[in-house]
Every structure is written in structure tokens, then in C-alpha cells.
């Protein structure tokens, strides 16, 4: 049973428009997300995170939305840069769960940016 | 500069060899993991450590055990390795909230270990 899913195996995208991954969760007792971006043969990189006491969080080009009653976040990314062409893999903590900060990964939407 | 060191990055090993995969990090990290990356599959957690000496099961923990000795330091081993066994292989660290009383738990990843067992 997933907690954290990526309906998305794949989006592509073209150069300077913004993207949109996407990623629904199904624990209530999550309260930390997480986006990580990974190229091929290298570890995953943290690039944002927002906690369930906020509904935006905005790091340069990257926001994370989240929305605690749809149970739903999004990363945008605008504009969009062919160097942004990755896995995206969104993951969720329960922190006041009690999960001593133990992360659940989706599957990974691959991102492609088209020059 | 924050750093997660895995032993290898390729590894071939042949069905029913033990195989030690081995991570350190310098960061005082409380927390450890090891997941495996397969395709469309995501990240799959197999351990996780919260202290030394200390182990959690993950979602995927059969044929795989771990030890952790010292803080820094968290080994995966594959006791006899198999072909399905074959993947990549990552090492993540990060503080505790219990511990650190902070929400940053973000996990800070080593490059991965692509083993294959053939």
C-alpha cells in the first residue's frame, strides 16, 4: 500500500515554461515533505521542504505547494532549464508520529526540459 | 561541506557471495538508512539505524541485515547475494527531530552503489 504516490512516471516540458510534478499522500500523520531531485548513477539531492504548518514554501525557481485536506503537494519549477531534466522523487516524515525522521519516497516523476 | 561516503560505486558479485556494502558520514548524524532504486519502483527502504547499535526494518529488510558500530558508520550486508538482489544501492544519513528538536530532517544521500549480481 503506497503512501506517497507519483502518478506521474513522466513529464516533459519545454525550456523557460514552468512544471508542474505533483504527489498525493495517504497518511494523515504526515506533517514534513520533502522534494528530492536525482540524475542517473548519482545519490538523490534535497532541493525543498515544507512542513504541514504552512501551505507555500518558495526557494528561487522552486515552490512547494501543499494541501493538508486534499492531501496533495506540487513542486513548480519556473522557468523551467534543461539542467532541471531528472527524477523528482517527493517523500513524507511523520515527525511527531514518532518516525524519528524516517522518509517515505514515491516513485519518481522524470522530468524533461526541452531547449 | 556535508558528506555521505559510500565504499563503491560498482560492484559485481556472484549468487550466494556475502557482500558488505559500507557508508560513513561526518556529519553527527543520529539517523542512517540504506534504501534500494529500481525502476519504477522508487526509493524502497530496507534499514534504518536511529542510534548505534540500534536497527529498524524497513519495507524490504529480507535477505539483507546491517550493523552499525559506531555513529559515523552504518554497513549493509547481503548475507548470500541472488540475482534479484541486483540494484542500486543508497545510503542516506540525517539528524533525529527527537533528538536535534528541529524539522530539518532532510537526508543528505551518498552517490549510490550499483551492484550486480550475477
Known amino acids: 500500500d503506497q503512501q506517497v504516490k507519483q502518478n506521474s512516471p513522466s513529464l516533459s516540458v519545454q525550456e523557460g515554461r514552468i512544471s508542474i510534478l505533483n504527489c498525493d499522500y495517504t497518511?494523515?500523520?504526515?506533517?514534513?515533505f520533502l522534494w528530492y531531485k536525482k540524475y542517473p548513477a548519482e545519490g538523490p539531492t534535497f532541493l525543498i521542504s515544507i512542513s504541514s504548518i504552512k501551505d507555500k514554501n518558495e526557494d528561487g525557481r522552486f515552490t512547494v505547494f501543499l494541501n493538508k485536506s486534499a492531501k496533495h503537494l506540487s513542486l513548480h519549477i519556473v522557468p523551467s532549464q534543461p539542467g532541471d531534466s531528472a527524477v523528482y522523487f517527493c517523500?513524507?516524515?511523520?515527525?511527531?508520529?514518532?518516525?524519528?525522521?524516517?522518509?517515505?519516497f514515491g516513485k519518481g516523476t522524470k522530468l524533461s526540459v526541452k531547449p | 561541506d556535508v558528506k555521505v561516503t559510500q565504499s563503491s560505486r560498482y560492484l559485481v558479485k556472484r549468487t550466494g557471495e556475502k557482500v558488505f556494502l559500507e557508508c560513513v558520514q561526518d556529519m553527527d548524524h543520529e539517523n542512517m538508512f540504506w534504501y534500494r532504486q529500481d525502476p519504477g519502483l522508487g526509493l524502497r527502504l530496507i534499514y534504518f539505524?536511529?542510534?548505534?547499535?540500534?536497527?529498524e526494518k524497513g519495507d524490504i529488510p529480507e535477505g539483507y541485515s546491517v550493523s552499525r558500530e559506531k555513529k559515523e558508520r552504518f554497513s549493509l550486508i547481503l548475507e548470500s547475494a541472488s540475482t534479484n538482489q541486483t540494484s542500486m544501492y543508497l545510503c542516506?544519513?540525517?539528524?533525529?527531530?527527537?533528538?536535534?528538536?528541529?524539522?530539518?530532517?532532510?537526508?543528505?544521500f551518498g552517490q549510490g552503489t550499483r551492484l550486480t549480481v550475477v
Open positions: 542516506a544519513s540525517s539528524f533525529s527531530p527527537t533528538d536535534s528538536g528541529t524539522l530539518n530532517t532532510e537526508a543528505f
Open positions: 497518511n494523515s500523520m504526515f506533517d514534513y
Open positions: 517523500a513524507a516524515s511523520a515527525i511527531y508520529g514518532g518516525s524519528q525522521g524516517n522518509l517515505i
Open positions: 539505524s536511529y542510534d548505534v547499535k540500534m536497527k
